[in-house]
Protein backbone atom coordinates (compact mmCIF):
# COMPACT_ATOMS: atom_id res chain seq x y z
CA UNK A 1 0.00 0.00 0.00
CA UNK A 2 1.14 3.54 -1.08
CA UNK A 3 1.08 6.09 2.31
CA UNK A 4 0.19 9.46 0.89
CA UNK A 5 1.78 10.79 4.33
CA UNK A 6 3.96 8.46 6.85
CA UNK A 7 5.17 9.24 10.37
CA UNK A 8 4.32 12.87 10.64
CA UNK A 9 3.92 14.17 13.80
CA UNK A 10 3.69 17.98 14.64
CA UNK A 11 2.25 20.22 17.24
CA UNK A 12 0.85 23.43 16.36
CA UNK A 13 0.77 26.35 19.00
CA UNK A 14 -2.18 28.19 19.46
CA UNK A 15 -2.19 31.43 17.48
CA UNK A 16 0.47 30.64 15.42
CA UNK A 17 1.36 30.87 11.44
CA UNK A 18 2.16 27.20 10.41
CA UNK A 19 3.04 26.41 6.99
CA UNK A 20 3.26 23.29 5.67
CA UNK A 21 5.76 23.67 1.96
CA UNK A 22 5.90 21.12 -0.64
CA UNK A 23 6.26 20.16 -3.64
CA UNK A 24 2.93 18.89 -5.45
CA UNK A 25 2.25 15.49 -4.19
CA UNK A 26 4.41 15.62 -0.83
CA UNK A 27 2.16 14.98 1.17
CA UNK A 28 1.03 18.69 2.90
CA UNK A 29 -2.68 18.57 1.43
CA UNK A 30 -3.50 15.44 2.84
CA UNK A 31 -1.83 16.63 6.29
CA UNK A 32 -4.27 19.16 5.66
CA UNK A 33 -7.65 17.30 5.24
CA UNK A 34 -6.99 14.82 7.78
CA UNK A 35 -6.96 17.93 10.41
CA UNK A 36 -10.12 19.47 8.37
CA UNK A 37 -11.92 15.69 8.60
CA UNK A 38 -12.11 15.40 5.18
CA UNK A 39 -9.51 12.19 5.30
CA UNK A 40 -9.39 9.74 7.90
CA UNK A 41 -5.49 8.61 9.34
CA UNK A 42 -5.29 4.60 8.52
CA UNK A 43 -3.19 4.91 11.59
CA UNK A 44 -2.64 7.49 13.91
CA UNK A 45 -4.33 11.07 15.63
CA UNK A 46 -5.38 14.07 15.54
CA UNK A 47 -5.80 16.10 18.48
CA UNK A 48 -7.73 19.59 18.60
CA UNK A 49 -7.31 21.42 21.95
CA UNK A 50 -6.85 18.96 23.91
CA UNK A 51 -9.07 16.32 22.45
CA UNK A 52 -8.71 13.45 20.21
CA UNK A 53 -10.94 14.34 17.10
CA UNK A 54 -10.10 11.27 14.47
CA UNK A 55 -12.87 10.18 14.50
CA UNK A 56 -15.21 13.56 14.47
CA UNK A 57 -16.36 14.20 11.25
CA UNK A 58 -15.88 17.57 9.71
CA UNK A 59 -18.84 19.14 10.44
CA UNK A 60 -18.55 18.52 14.30
CA UNK A 61 -14.80 20.10 13.99
CA UNK A 62 -13.78 23.58 14.86
CA UNK A 63 -11.90 24.24 12.23
CA UNK A 64 -12.78 25.89 8.53
CA UNK A 65 -11.14 25.68 5.56
CA UNK A 66 -10.51 28.35 2.75
CA UNK A 67 -10.37 25.88 -0.25
CA UNK A 68 -7.62 25.97 -3.37
CA UNK A 69 -10.34 26.93 -6.11
CA UNK A 70 -12.40 28.71 -3.44
CA UNK A 71 -15.34 26.31 -3.49
CA UNK A 72 -17.90 29.10 -3.16
CA UNK A 73 -21.67 27.83 -3.56
CA UNK A 74 -22.74 29.18 -6.85
CA UNK A 75 -26.37 28.91 -6.02
CA UNK A 76 -26.36 31.49 -3.08
CA UNK A 77 -24.71 35.11 -3.01
CA UNK A 78 -22.00 36.82 -1.57
CA UNK A 79 -23.76 37.08 1.62
CA UNK A 80 -25.71 33.55 1.64
CA UNK A 81 -22.30 31.82 0.96
CA UNK A 82 -20.85 33.89 4.47
CA UNK A 83 -23.30 33.05 6.20
CA UNK A 84 -23.74 29.53 5.21
CA UNK A 85 -21.99 28.69 8.18
CA UNK A 86 -24.05 30.20 10.82
CA UNK A 87 -27.17 29.12 9.02
CA UNK A 88 -26.70 25.20 9.20
CA UNK A 89 -25.71 26.29 12.93
CA UNK A 90 -29.24 27.81 13.64
CA UNK A 91 -28.01 31.41 14.19
CA UNK A 92 -30.49 33.87 14.27
CA UNK A 93 -31.04 35.54 10.61
CA UNK A 94 -30.49 39.27 12.13
CA UNK A 95 -27.30 38.13 13.95
CA UNK A 96 -26.02 36.07 10.72
CA UNK A 97 -26.32 39.40 8.51
CA UNK A 98 -24.82 41.50 11.08
CA UNK A 99 -21.52 39.07 11.61
CA UNK A 100 -21.63 38.35 7.79
CA UNK A 101 -21.62 41.87 6.92
CA UNK A 102 -18.25 42.53 9.36
CA UNK A 103 -16.67 39.55 7.85
CA UNK A 104 -16.92 40.98 4.28
CA UNK A 105 -16.23 44.63 5.72
CA UNK A 106 -12.96 42.63 7.68
CA UNK A 107 -11.81 41.37 3.85
CA UNK A 108 -12.62 44.80 2.64
CA UNK A 109 -15.70 43.88 0.54
CA UNK A 110 -18.35 46.14 1.51
CA UNK A 111 -21.53 45.85 -0.44
CA UNK A 112 -20.61 42.95 -2.36
CA UNK A 113 -23.16 41.18 -0.49
CA UNK A 114 -25.79 41.23 -2.97
CA UNK A 115 -23.46 39.83 -6.54
CA UNK A 116 -23.11 36.07 -7.57
CA UNK A 117 -19.72 34.29 -6.99
CA UNK A 118 -19.33 34.09 -10.65
CA UNK A 119 -19.72 37.71 -10.88
CA UNK A 120 -16.50 38.22 -8.80
CA UNK A 121 -12.58 38.30 -10.08
CA UNK A 122 -9.99 35.58 -8.74
CA UNK A 123 -8.99 37.88 -5.48
CA UNK A 124 -12.40 38.95 -4.77
CA UNK A 125 -13.28 35.16 -4.60
CA UNK A 126 -10.28 34.64 -2.23
CA UNK A 127 -11.80 37.19 -0.12
CA UNK A 128 -15.04 35.65 0.59
CA UNK A 129 -13.66 32.29 0.97
CA UNK A 130 -11.36 33.77 4.00
CA UNK A 131 -14.51 35.58 5.30
CA UNK A 132 -16.59 32.45 4.73
CA UNK A 133 -14.56 31.05 6.85
CA UNK A 134 -13.48 33.73 9.58
CA UNK A 135 -16.71 34.75 10.45
CA UNK A 136 -17.67 31.17 12.40
CA UNK A 137 -14.61 32.37 14.85
CA UNK A 138 -12.40 28.54 14.45
CA UNK A 139 -9.78 27.63 16.82
CA UNK A 140 -7.67 26.54 13.79
CA UNK A 141 -8.22 28.06 10.08
CA UNK A 142 -6.87 26.13 7.24
CA UNK A 143 -5.55 27.65 4.13
CA UNK A 144 -4.83 25.24 1.01
CA UNK A 145 -2.95 26.92 -1.23
CA UNK A 146 -5.06 29.55 -1.06
CA UNK A 147 -2.98 32.46 -3.56
CA UNK A 148 -2.12 29.68 -5.73
CA UNK A 149 -4.45 30.86 -8.28
CA UNK A 150 -3.60 35.29 -8.63
CA UNK A 151 -1.28 36.62 -10.33
CA UNK A 152 1.64 37.76 -8.62
CA UNK A 153 0.70 41.27 -7.38
CA UNK A 154 -2.59 40.16 -5.69
CA UNK A 155 -0.51 37.40 -4.38
CA UNK A 156 1.94 39.63 -2.29
CA UNK A 157 -0.69 41.82 -1.64
CA UNK A 158 -2.64 39.11 0.22
CA UNK A 159 0.20 38.00 1.67
CA UNK A 160 0.37 40.78 3.88
CA UNK A 161 -3.58 41.09 4.12
CA UNK A 162 -3.38 37.38 5.70
CA UNK A 163 -0.50 37.98 8.16
CA UNK A 164 -2.08 41.19 9.28
CA UNK A 165 -5.31 39.58 9.69
CA UNK A 166 -3.55 36.47 12.03
CA UNK A 167 -1.77 39.38 14.49
CA UNK A 168 -5.13 40.95 15.14
CA UNK A 169 -7.56 37.79 15.03
CA UNK A 170 -4.95 35.67 16.92
CA UNK A 171 -6.64 32.71 14.76
CA UNK A 172 -4.39 29.51 14.66
CA UNK A 173 -3.48 29.64 10.58
CA UNK A 174 -2.24 26.24 8.87
CA UNK A 175 -1.04 27.42 5.93
CA UNK A 176 0.12 25.31 2.76
CA UNK A 177 1.75 26.41 -0.07
CA UNK A 178 4.65 25.00 -2.57
CA UNK A 179 5.79 28.71 -2.43
CA UNK A 180 9.37 28.81 -0.67
CA UNK A 181 9.02 32.83 -0.34
CA UNK A 182 5.16 32.79 0.45
CA UNK A 183 6.17 30.50 3.75
CA UNK A 184 8.80 31.84 4.54
CA UNK A 185 7.68 35.67 4.55
CA UNK A 186 4.39 34.74 6.64
CA UNK A 187 5.14 31.77 8.89
CA UNK A 188 6.19 31.30 12.70
CA UNK A 189 7.05 27.85 12.05
CA UNK A 190 7.60 25.93 8.68
CA UNK A 191 7.31 22.23 7.96
CA UNK A 192 8.99 21.30 4.90
CA UNK A 193 7.15 18.22 3.05
CA UNK A 194 8.70 15.24 0.56
CA UNK A 195 7.58 12.06 -0.12
CA UNK A 196 5.04 11.93 2.79
CA UNK A 197 7.77 12.66 5.34
CA UNK A 198 8.78 16.01 6.95
CA UNK A 199 12.01 16.65 6.09
CA UNK A 200 12.52 19.70 8.54
CA UNK A 201 10.33 21.89 11.40
CA UNK A 202 11.81 24.98 11.74
CA UNK A 203 11.37 28.80 11.66
CA UNK A 204 11.80 30.54 8.82
CA UNK A 205 15.30 32.23 9.09
CA UNK A 206 16.82 28.49 10.47
CA UNK A 207 15.15 27.18 7.66
CA UNK A 208 16.94 29.24 5.66
CA UNK A 209 20.25 29.06 7.33
CA UNK A 210 20.56 26.17 8.42
CA UNK A 211 18.72 23.89 6.52
CA UNK A 212 19.47 19.64 7.33
CA UNK A 213 18.83 17.65 4.29
CA UNK A 214 20.07 18.34 0.67
CA UNK A 215 16.02 18.80 -0.45
CA UNK A 216 15.50 21.46 2.14
CA UNK A 217 18.38 23.52 0.98
CA UNK A 218 17.48 22.95 -2.48
CA UNK A 219 13.78 23.63 -2.27
CA UNK A 220 13.65 26.65 0.20
CA UNK A 221 15.42 28.97 -1.53
CA UNK A 222 18.08 27.89 -3.79
CA UNK A 223 21.36 26.59 -2.56
CA UNK A 224 24.60 24.53 -3.83
CA UNK A 225 25.00 21.51 -2.49
CA UNK A 226 28.25 19.65 -2.61
CA UNK A 227 28.60 16.60 -1.63
CA UNK A 228 30.43 12.86 -2.19
CA UNK A 229 34.07 13.82 -3.54
CA UNK A 230 33.60 17.81 -4.13
CA UNK A 231 33.05 17.91 -0.80
CA UNK A 232 35.70 15.84 0.32
CA UNK A 233 38.33 17.90 -2.16
CA UNK A 234 37.18 21.21 -0.62
CA UNK A 235 36.46 20.83 3.09
CA UNK A 236 38.08 17.78 3.94
CA UNK A 237 35.05 15.80 4.87
CA UNK A 238 32.83 13.80 2.90
CA UNK A 239 29.73 15.59 4.86
CA UNK A 240 27.34 17.21 2.43
CA UNK A 241 27.10 20.86 2.78
CA UNK A 242 25.10 23.37 1.22
CA UNK A 243 26.15 27.16 0.42
CA UNK A 244 23.42 29.96 -0.46
CA UNK A 245 24.37 31.73 -3.75
CA UNK A 246 24.64 35.21 -2.11
CA UNK A 247 27.41 34.07 0.05
CA UNK A 248 29.86 33.42 -2.67
CA UNK A 249 31.99 35.57 -4.41
CA UNK A 250 33.71 35.12 -7.48
CA UNK A 251 37.65 36.53 -8.28
CA UNK A 252 40.35 36.09 -10.62
CA UNK A 253 41.94 32.70 -10.68
CA UNK A 254 45.03 34.09 -9.22
CA UNK A 255 43.84 36.25 -6.14
CA UNK A 256 44.69 34.92 -3.20
CA UNK A 257 42.38 32.77 -1.24
CA UNK A 258 41.01 35.24 1.65
CA UNK A 259 41.66 34.30 5.25
CA UNK A 260 38.66 31.37 6.62
CA UNK A 261 37.33 30.94 2.70
CA UNK A 262 36.76 28.17 0.68
CA UNK A 263 37.65 28.17 -2.80
CA UNK A 264 36.63 26.20 -5.86
CA UNK A 265 37.58 27.54 -9.57
CA UNK A 266 35.30 26.93 -12.60
CA UNK A 267 34.37 28.70 -16.42
CA UNK A 268 31.53 31.21 -16.30
CA UNK A 269 28.39 29.84 -18.46
CA UNK A 270 26.10 32.68 -18.09
CA UNK A 271 24.92 35.74 -15.80
CA UNK A 272 21.13 36.36 -15.27
CA UNK A 273 20.29 39.81 -14.51
CA UNK A 274 17.84 39.63 -11.94
CA UNK A 275 17.51 43.93 -10.70
CA UNK A 276 18.87 43.48 -7.25
CA UNK A 277 21.50 40.89 -8.05
CA UNK A 278 22.82 38.93 -10.89
CA UNK A 279 23.26 35.58 -10.82
CA UNK A 280 26.21 33.79 -12.00
CA UNK A 281 26.11 30.02 -13.46
CA UNK A 282 29.75 28.49 -13.40
CA UNK A 283 30.52 25.24 -14.52
CA UNK A 284 32.68 23.33 -11.75
CA UNK A 285 33.88 19.74 -12.78
CA UNK A 286 31.04 19.30 -14.60
CA UNK A 287 28.28 20.32 -11.83
CA UNK A 288 26.70 24.01 -12.63
CA UNK A 289 26.85 26.32 -9.44
CA UNK A 290 25.38 29.66 -8.59
CA UNK A 291 26.63 32.39 -7.17
CA UNK A 292 24.92 35.86 -6.73
CA UNK A 293 28.46 37.62 -5.96
CA UNK A 294 28.15 41.61 -4.87
CA UNK A 295 30.16 44.70 -7.12
CA UNK A 296 31.62 41.78 -9.23
CA UNK A 297 32.86 43.23 -12.73
CA UNK A 298 31.03 41.67 -15.14
CA UNK A 299 33.12 38.95 -17.56
CA UNK A 300 32.49 36.86 -20.72
CA UNK A 301 31.04 34.01 -20.53
CA UNK A 302 33.61 31.50 -20.86
CA UNK A 303 36.30 33.10 -18.62
CA UNK A 304 37.81 31.03 -15.83
CA UNK A 305 37.82 32.66 -12.49
CA UNK A 306 37.12 31.48 -8.63
CA UNK A 307 34.44 30.96 -6.38
CA UNK A 308 35.02 31.17 -2.44
CA UNK A 309 33.19 31.62 0.59
CA UNK A 310 33.05 32.19 4.07
CA UNK A 311 33.48 28.99 6.58
CA UNK A 312 30.71 30.10 8.48
CA UNK A 313 28.47 30.10 5.16
CA UNK A 314 28.22 26.39 4.87
CA UNK A 315 25.13 24.36 5.82
CA UNK A 316 26.26 20.53 7.25
CA UNK A 317 23.91 18.49 5.80
CA UNK A 318 22.84 15.11 7.02
CA UNK A 319 23.89 12.63 4.02
CA UNK A 320 21.29 10.45 2.15
CA UNK A 321 19.40 10.79 -0.72
CA UNK A 322 20.07 14.27 -2.22
CA UNK B 1 -9.94 25.53 -57.18
CA UNK B 2 -7.92 22.72 -56.27
CA UNK B 3 -8.29 21.31 -52.86
CA UNK B 4 -5.71 23.25 -50.72
CA UNK B 5 -6.89 26.39 -52.29
CA UNK B 6 -10.83 25.54 -50.79
CA UNK B 7 -9.40 24.77 -47.02
CA UNK B 8 -7.38 27.54 -46.83
CA UNK B 9 -10.64 30.23 -48.32
CA UNK B 10 -13.10 28.76 -45.99
CA UNK B 11 -9.84 28.99 -42.77
CA UNK B 12 -10.29 32.62 -43.82
CA UNK B 13 -14.07 32.83 -43.93
CA UNK B 14 -15.00 30.81 -40.38
CA UNK B 15 -18.47 31.71 -40.26
CA UNK B 16 -18.66 30.81 -44.05
CA UNK B 17 -16.97 27.34 -43.43
CA UNK B 18 -19.31 26.92 -40.20
CA UNK B 19 -22.68 28.24 -42.14
CA UNK B 20 -21.64 25.08 -44.85
CA UNK B 21 -21.23 22.75 -42.05
CA UNK B 22 -24.51 23.51 -40.45
CA UNK B 23 -26.77 23.84 -43.68
CA UNK B 24 -27.67 19.99 -44.15
CA UNK B 25 -28.37 19.55 -40.28
CA UNK B 26 -30.77 22.73 -40.44
CA UNK B 27 -32.79 21.68 -43.62
CA UNK B 28 -33.27 18.46 -41.91
CA UNK B 29 -34.27 20.19 -38.91
CA UNK B 30 -36.14 23.00 -40.11
CA UNK B 31 -37.91 20.82 -42.98
CA UNK B 32 -38.86 17.97 -41.41
CA UNK B 33 -39.05 18.41 -37.82
CA UNK B 34 -40.14 21.97 -37.15
CA UNK B 35 -41.99 21.54 -40.62
CA UNK B 36 -44.04 18.80 -39.72
CA UNK B 37 -44.27 20.22 -36.09
CA UNK B 38 -46.17 22.88 -37.21
CA UNK B 39 -47.94 21.21 -39.88
CA UNK B 40 -49.79 19.37 -37.22
CA UNK B 41 -49.97 22.26 -35.52
CA UNK B 42 -51.93 24.30 -38.31
CA UNK B 43 -54.49 21.30 -39.11
CA UNK B 44 -55.48 21.77 -35.44
CA UNK B 45 -57.70 25.03 -36.45
CA UNK B 46 -59.40 23.54 -38.99
CA UNK B 47 -62.61 21.73 -38.16
CA UNK B 48 -64.12 18.59 -39.07
CA UNK B 49 -67.77 19.11 -41.12
CA UNK B 50 -69.99 16.81 -38.53
CA UNK B 51 -72.20 15.69 -41.87
CA UNK B 52 -69.46 14.69 -44.11
CA UNK B 53 -67.13 13.76 -41.81
CA UNK B 54 -64.46 16.04 -44.07
CA UNK B 55 -62.07 18.27 -42.70
CA UNK B 56 -62.88 21.90 -43.67
CA UNK B 57 -59.49 24.25 -44.35
CA UNK B 58 -60.28 27.10 -43.18
CA UNK B 59 -58.82 28.74 -39.87
CA UNK B 60 -61.53 28.46 -36.88
CA UNK B 61 -61.13 27.29 -33.10
CA UNK B 62 -64.26 25.19 -33.38
CA UNK B 63 -62.03 22.14 -32.55
CA UNK B 64 -60.47 24.06 -30.02
CA UNK B 65 -64.08 24.85 -28.65
CA UNK B 66 -64.61 20.64 -28.50
CA UNK B 67 -61.84 20.21 -26.46
CA UNK B 68 -61.90 22.08 -24.13
CA UNK B 69 -65.87 22.37 -23.36
CA UNK B 70 -66.35 18.65 -23.68
CA UNK B 71 -66.14 16.81 -20.53
CA UNK B 72 -65.07 13.54 -21.49
CA UNK B 73 -61.97 15.45 -23.27
CA UNK B 74 -60.97 17.23 -20.33
CA UNK B 75 -61.32 14.81 -18.16
CA UNK B 76 -58.54 12.85 -20.89
CA UNK B 77 -56.42 15.72 -20.19
CA UNK B 78 -56.78 16.06 -16.70
CA UNK B 79 -56.21 12.23 -16.19
CA UNK B 80 -53.11 12.12 -18.11
CA UNK B 81 -51.75 15.37 -16.20
CA UNK B 82 -52.04 13.77 -12.99
CA UNK B 83 -50.41 10.41 -13.98
CA UNK B 84 -47.76 12.10 -15.60
CA UNK B 85 -47.39 14.39 -12.18
CA UNK B 86 -47.35 11.22 -10.41
CA UNK B 87 -44.54 9.52 -12.65
CA UNK B 88 -42.60 12.26 -12.46
CA UNK B 89 -42.42 12.81 -8.93
CA UNK B 90 -41.98 8.86 -8.17
CA UNK B 91 -39.64 8.52 -10.83
CA UNK B 92 -37.13 11.61 -9.47
CA UNK B 93 -37.61 10.13 -6.36
CA UNK B 94 -36.53 6.06 -7.04
CA UNK B 95 -33.64 7.36 -9.52
CA UNK B 96 -32.18 10.55 -6.80
CA UNK B 97 -30.38 7.64 -4.36
CA UNK B 98 -29.27 5.52 -7.63
CA UNK B 99 -27.79 8.45 -9.67
CA UNK B 100 -26.15 10.29 -6.51
CA UNK B 101 -24.49 6.60 -5.57
CA UNK B 102 -23.37 6.60 -9.51
CA UNK B 103 -22.35 9.84 -9.82
CA UNK B 104 -20.15 10.66 -6.33
CA UNK B 105 -19.39 7.01 -5.05
CA UNK B 106 -19.54 4.25 -7.60
CA UNK B 107 -15.89 3.93 -9.29
CA UNK B 108 -14.27 2.08 -12.63
CA UNK B 109 -15.85 -1.02 -12.88
CA UNK B 110 -18.84 -0.46 -10.44
CA UNK B 111 -19.89 2.86 -12.12
CA UNK B 112 -19.81 0.89 -15.63
CA UNK B 113 -22.21 -1.85 -14.08
CA UNK B 114 -24.70 1.02 -13.23
CA UNK B 115 -24.62 2.37 -16.12
CA UNK B 116 -25.30 -0.73 -18.25
CA UNK B 117 -27.71 -1.63 -15.84
CA UNK B 118 -29.78 1.40 -15.89
CA UNK B 119 -30.00 1.48 -19.80
CA UNK B 120 -30.14 -2.10 -20.20
CA UNK B 121 -33.58 -2.06 -19.69
CA UNK B 122 -33.63 -0.48 -23.31
CA UNK B 123 -32.00 -2.76 -24.98
CA UNK B 124 -35.07 -5.51 -25.37
CA UNK B 125 -38.44 -4.09 -27.68
CA UNK B 126 -40.56 -1.45 -25.73
CA UNK B 127 -43.56 -3.28 -26.83
CA UNK B 128 -42.42 -6.84 -24.63
CA UNK B 129 -41.52 -5.36 -21.89
CA UNK B 130 -45.24 -3.98 -21.45
CA UNK B 131 -46.26 -7.03 -22.25
CA UNK B 132 -44.10 -8.68 -20.14
CA UNK B 133 -45.54 -6.79 -17.26
CA UNK B 134 -48.82 -6.94 -17.89
CA UNK B 135 -48.41 -10.82 -17.01
CA UNK B 136 -46.25 -9.58 -13.93
CA UNK B 137 -48.83 -7.46 -12.92
CA UNK B 138 -52.08 -9.93 -13.79
CA UNK B 139 -54.78 -11.34 -10.88
CA UNK B 140 -52.72 -14.46 -11.21
CA UNK B 141 -49.32 -13.08 -12.27
CA UNK B 142 -46.14 -13.17 -10.23
CA UNK B 143 -46.23 -10.40 -8.36
CA UNK B 144 -49.48 -11.64 -6.64
CA UNK B 145 -48.23 -15.06 -6.52
CA UNK B 146 -45.19 -13.13 -4.60
CA UNK B 147 -47.42 -11.22 -2.13
CA UNK B 148 -49.88 -14.41 -1.67
CA UNK B 149 -46.85 -16.43 -0.64
CA UNK B 150 -45.23 -13.85 1.84
CA UNK B 151 -48.72 -13.44 3.10
CA UNK B 152 -49.35 -9.96 1.78
CA UNK B 153 -52.41 -10.44 -0.25
CA UNK B 154 -54.07 -8.43 1.94
CA UNK B 155 -52.43 -5.63 1.69
CA UNK B 156 -52.60 -6.13 -1.92
CA UNK B 157 -56.43 -5.81 -1.70
CA UNK B 158 -56.52 -3.17 0.41
CA UNK B 159 -54.65 -1.34 -2.13
CA UNK B 160 -56.57 -2.35 -5.30
CA UNK B 161 -59.86 -1.75 -3.42
CA UNK B 162 -58.58 2.14 -3.07
CA UNK B 163 -61.36 4.06 -4.95
CA UNK B 164 -60.02 5.74 -8.42
CA UNK B 165 -56.65 4.23 -8.49
CA UNK B 166 -57.80 0.77 -7.45
CA UNK B 167 -59.18 -2.36 -9.63
CA UNK B 168 -59.94 -5.51 -9.86
CA UNK B 169 -56.29 -6.58 -10.31
CA UNK B 170 -52.75 -4.78 -10.69
CA UNK B 171 -52.99 -5.11 -14.37
CA UNK B 172 -56.25 -3.58 -14.81
CA UNK B 173 -55.30 -0.80 -12.94
CA UNK B 174 -54.01 2.97 -12.64
CA UNK B 175 -51.92 1.51 -9.75
CA UNK B 176 -50.09 -0.90 -12.40
CA UNK B 177 -49.94 1.74 -15.00
CA UNK B 178 -48.19 3.91 -12.91
CA UNK B 179 -45.68 1.67 -11.67
CA UNK B 180 -45.16 0.26 -15.19
CA UNK B 181 -44.98 4.24 -16.21
CA UNK B 182 -41.81 4.69 -13.62
CA UNK B 183 -40.30 1.42 -14.82
CA UNK B 184 -40.24 2.25 -18.62
CA UNK B 185 -39.38 6.26 -17.82
CA UNK B 186 -36.91 5.35 -14.91
CA UNK B 187 -33.90 5.37 -16.93
CA UNK B 188 -34.88 8.81 -18.52
CA UNK B 189 -34.75 10.33 -14.86
CA UNK B 190 -31.18 8.74 -14.03
CA UNK B 191 -29.06 9.71 -16.94
CA UNK B 192 -29.84 13.69 -16.88
CA UNK B 193 -29.57 13.79 -12.93
CA UNK B 194 -26.02 11.84 -12.56
CA UNK B 195 -24.71 14.17 -15.50
CA UNK B 196 -25.78 16.81 -13.08
CA UNK B 197 -24.62 15.08 -9.91
CA UNK B 198 -21.27 14.30 -11.20
CA UNK B 199 -20.57 18.33 -11.98
CA UNK B 200 -21.44 19.07 -8.61
CA UNK B 201 -17.71 19.80 -7.53
CA UNK B 202 -16.85 17.70 -4.60
CA UNK B 203 -14.65 20.91 -3.30
CA UNK B 204 -18.44 22.39 -2.41
CA UNK B 205 -19.86 19.21 -1.04
CA UNK B 206 -16.40 19.23 1.32
CA UNK B 207 -17.16 22.98 1.79
CA UNK B 208 -20.20 22.38 3.36
CA UNK B 209 -19.57 19.54 5.55
CA UNK B 210 -16.45 22.16 7.18
CA UNK B 211 -18.71 24.99 7.63
CA UNK B 212 -21.14 22.58 9.82
CA UNK B 213 -23.29 21.17 7.90
CA UNK B 214 -24.50 17.60 8.71
CA UNK B 215 -24.74 15.48 5.45
CA UNK B 216 -28.48 15.83 5.44
CA UNK B 217 -28.11 19.76 5.54
CA UNK B 218 -25.38 19.18 2.43
CA UNK B 219 -27.97 17.33 0.68
CA UNK B 220 -30.41 20.00 1.03
CA UNK B 221 -28.80 22.64 0.43
CA UNK B 222 -25.78 22.42 -1.97
CA UNK B 223 -26.38 19.21 -3.85
CA UNK B 224 -29.75 19.31 -4.48
CA UNK B 225 -30.04 22.91 -5.53
CA UNK B 226 -27.14 22.54 -8.06
CA UNK B 227 -28.52 19.40 -9.39
CA UNK B 228 -31.74 20.67 -10.33
CA UNK B 229 -31.15 21.31 -14.03
CA UNK B 230 -30.76 17.79 -13.98
CA UNK B 231 -33.76 16.64 -12.20
CA UNK B 232 -35.42 19.27 -14.50
CA UNK B 233 -34.13 17.54 -17.71
CA UNK B 234 -34.89 14.17 -16.13
CA UNK B 235 -38.48 15.66 -15.41
CA UNK B 236 -39.07 16.96 -18.86
CA UNK B 237 -38.47 13.42 -20.47
CA UNK B 238 -40.68 11.43 -17.53
CA UNK B 239 -43.60 14.47 -17.91
CA UNK B 240 -43.31 14.52 -21.80
CA UNK B 241 -43.37 10.85 -22.40
CA UNK B 242 -45.96 10.15 -19.89
CA UNK B 243 -47.90 12.59 -22.04
CA UNK B 244 -47.62 11.33 -25.40
CA UNK B 245 -47.66 7.48 -24.54
CA UNK B 246 -51.00 5.61 -26.14
CA UNK B 247 -49.27 2.16 -25.69
CA UNK B 248 -49.40 1.37 -22.15
CA UNK B 249 -52.18 2.94 -21.10
CA UNK B 250 -53.88 0.47 -24.00
CA UNK B 251 -52.40 -2.54 -22.68
CA UNK B 252 -52.43 -2.41 -19.04
CA UNK B 253 -54.38 -0.39 -16.59
CA UNK B 254 -57.78 0.64 -16.23
CA UNK B 255 -60.11 1.63 -19.03
CA UNK B 256 -60.00 5.13 -19.21
CA UNK B 257 -58.54 7.34 -22.23
CA UNK B 258 -54.97 9.38 -22.17
CA UNK B 259 -54.44 11.59 -24.46
CA UNK B 260 -51.86 9.67 -26.86
CA UNK B 261 -54.51 7.50 -27.32
CA UNK B 262 -57.11 9.71 -28.06
CA UNK B 263 -54.36 11.01 -30.68
CA UNK B 264 -53.75 7.71 -32.08
CA UNK B 265 -57.78 6.92 -32.30
CA UNK B 266 -59.12 10.20 -33.54
CA UNK B 267 -56.02 10.49 -36.72
CA UNK B 268 -56.72 6.67 -36.95
CA UNK B 269 -60.19 4.96 -36.61
CA UNK B 270 -61.88 8.02 -36.23
CA UNK B 271 -60.24 10.13 -39.05
CA UNK B 272 -61.20 13.69 -37.03
CA UNK B 273 -56.94 14.36 -37.82
CA UNK B 274 -58.16 18.72 -36.56
CA UNK B 275 -59.01 16.81 -32.66
CA UNK B 276 -56.14 14.63 -32.61
CA UNK B 277 -53.95 18.12 -33.65
CA UNK B 278 -55.38 19.69 -30.78
CA UNK B 279 -54.86 17.24 -28.51
CA UNK B 280 -51.02 16.84 -29.48
CA UNK B 281 -51.30 20.52 -28.61
CA UNK B 282 -52.39 20.05 -25.22
CA UNK B 283 -48.75 18.69 -23.71
CA UNK B 284 -47.04 20.97 -25.91
CA UNK B 285 -48.70 23.68 -23.75
CA UNK B 286 -48.21 21.30 -20.44
CA UNK B 287 -44.24 21.41 -20.50
CA UNK B 288 -44.49 25.22 -21.62
CA UNK B 289 -45.74 25.73 -18.50
CA UNK B 290 -44.32 22.91 -16.41
CA UNK B 291 -40.73 24.76 -17.94
CA UNK B 292 -42.34 28.22 -17.08
CA UNK B 293 -42.75 27.12 -13.53
CA UNK B 294 -38.73 25.15 -12.89
CA UNK B 295 -37.59 28.27 -14.15
CA UNK B 296 -39.53 30.51 -12.19
CA UNK B 297 -38.31 27.87 -9.22
CA UNK B 298 -35.15 28.96 -9.71
CA UNK B 299 -34.25 25.10 -11.48
CA UNK B 300 -32.28 26.62 -13.87
CA UNK B 301 -30.11 29.19 -11.83
CA UNK B 302 -27.06 26.73 -11.60
CA UNK B 303 -26.75 26.45 -15.50
Known amino acids: MTRAVD ?35 DAGEVWLEGRDVSAVPPYERDVNTVFQDYALFPHMNVAQNVAYGMRVRGVAPAERAQRAAE ?30 ALVNRPRVLLLDEPLGALDLKLREEMQLELKSLQRRLGIT ?73 ERIQVQAPADPVPEAYLACEGTLLDVQFHGATSRWQVDVDGRVLAAEPRDAAPVAAGTRLRLVWPRAAMAPLEPGAA | MSHGALGGFLHRRPSLNLFLLLVPPLLW ?43 ANLDIVLRTLVMAIAVTVASAI ?57 GLQGALDALLATPAIGGPSLSSSYIGMFIVFVYMWLPFMILPLTAALERVPASLVQAAADLGATPAQTLRQVVLPLALPGLAAGSVFTFSLTLGDYIIPSVV ?29 VPIVLIAIYLALAKRLGAFDAL
Open chain 2, 94 to 150: VAFPIAHYMARHARGRTKALFYVAVMLPMWTSYLVKVYAWRLILAKQGILSWVLGTL
Open chain 1, 7 to 41: DVSLAIAPGEFFSMLGPSGSGKTTCLRLIAGFEAP
Open chain 2, 29 to 71: FGTVYLGSLFALLAQSFYAIDEFTAKIVREPTLATYRQLLTQP
Open chain 2, 253 to 281: GAPGYFIGMMVYQQQGTAGNIPLAAAFSV
Open chain 1, 173 to 245: FVYVTHDQGEALSMSDRVAVFDRGRIEQLAAPQELYLRPRTAFVARFVGSSNVFEGALAERLAGSPVPFAVRP
Open chain 1, 103 to 132: ALALVKLEGFGERRPNQLSGGQKQRVALAR
